[in-house]
């Protein structure tokens, strides 16, 4: 083992994390066959997400669906539901696909070999890598934001992302000790502690002997990375329709942007659209939301009617709107719709 890491196991195995899908530092992997399920469904939690806002979620999840068998048969709405506020949609939808193949393929327990994990769905080189490292105890190099900040920093590294990737790998190659899983737990824990994409705290890094950024005094100029695009932005609208103290709600279409989670009508997001019925509309405002490659301004427009139309949807009683697992843009145009009633008149 390198002198680097093993500083920073010594300093892992003080300052380590307790998470509820992490072994303790140096100890055996737990002897339950469920074990690697807890570990995938916190990574796939993990992606695009911090640990704050992941921890509520992976406890209620593993209650409700205690191992991959009864996570295949849940009902694809019912997860919807429960990931609401987790984002990134597309990950649900893989949840469950992955969940089914693993059912199917590998008689409901996940391989342990990274090739066999990247076959399936909703699993890249990273959570493959994850896997086999903190579910089985394999040998694998665990590289995500955290490990590259942690790397690029160590070894002064100037390419800039993505084209630095192999490098940062070739350099932990030759740094994971047998203990792979713990290794890059740690990494992970020093970026989120010590590390830090600002202000690292470099003074209680255990690797500052070996750091070349910070012999340097220039850690926060790494990772290096391309100038950053303008996200472009769209327009689009929403139709808040209210009647008898309900308002109605549709399932988005399985594939696209928030597949398959219940929201309210809607446009394409590309510009106007015909409202669903006609009448007279009122501007309740603006929402905004960020997406990956671009940034949306929703218009949210309403109407109260004394009776309920005929449209293609479901009404919900607005006092369980909250529990309804609407993804957090439509959360955002229901509690604008909400603040203001008085805008809409019954007709």
Not at 190 to 211: K, N, S
Not at 240 to 266: D, K
Not at 315 to 321: F, K
Request: proline fraction near 9%; include cysteine.
């Amino acid at each position: 083992m390198t002198d680097s890491a093993t500083r920073l196991l010594n300093w892992y195995a003080g300052h380590a994390r307790t998470l509820p899908w992490r072994s303790p530092p140096g100890a055996p992997l737990p002897a339950d066959p469920d074990w690697p399920y807890r570990v995938w469904l916190s990574e796939i939690m993990l992606q695009q997400t911090t640990v704050a806002a992941v921890q509520p979620y992976f406890t209620a999840f593993t209650a409700r669906w205690p191992d991959v068998a009864a996570l295949a048969a849940a009902d694809d709405a019912d997860v919807m539901q429960a990931w609401a506020g987790l984002g990134y949609y597309a990950r649900a939808r893989n949840l469950l696909a992955c969940a089914r193949a693993v059912v199917r393929d590998h008689g409901g327990r996940f391989p342990g070999d990274e090739a066999v994990l990247r076959s399936l769905p909703g699993i890249g080189d990273y959570t493959a890598a994850a896997v086999a490292a903190f579910g089985f105890g394999r040998h694998a190099i665990v590289i995500d934001g955290n490990v590259e900040r942690v790397t690029t920093r160590l070894f002064a590294i100037a390419t800039p992302l993505p084209a630095a990737r192999a490098v940062i790998r070739s350099r932990l190659a030759a740094l994971v000790p047998a203990a792979a899983g713990d290794f890059a737990q740690a990494m992970m824990d020093l970026a989120g502690r010590i590390c830090t994409p600002r202000a690292p705290r470099c003074e209680a890094c255990p690797l500052r002997p070996d750091c070349a950024a910070a012999a340097a005094g220039n850690p926060e100029e790494y990772p290096v990375k391309p100038p950053r695009r303008a996200r472009p932005v769209r327009h689009g609208t929403t139709w808040w329709i209210e009647a008898g103290g309900a308002v109605l709600t549709v399932v988005r279409p399985a594939r696209g942007l928030l597949g398959g989670m219940r929201a309210l009508p809607s446009c394409d997001w590309q510009g106007k659209a015909a409202p669903p019925l006609p009448g007279d509309w009122h501007d309740l405002g603006t929402v905004s939301h960020g997406f990956t490659h671009f940034a949306l301004q929703l218009q949210v427009l309403g109407q109260r009617l004394a009776t309920r139309p005929a449209l293609d949807g479901d009404w919900l009683p607005i006092s369980q709107l909250d529990g309804a697992g609407l993804p957090t843009l439509f959360a955002k145009a229901a509690v604008l719709a909400r603040s203001q009633p008085d805008r809409m008149e019954a007709r």
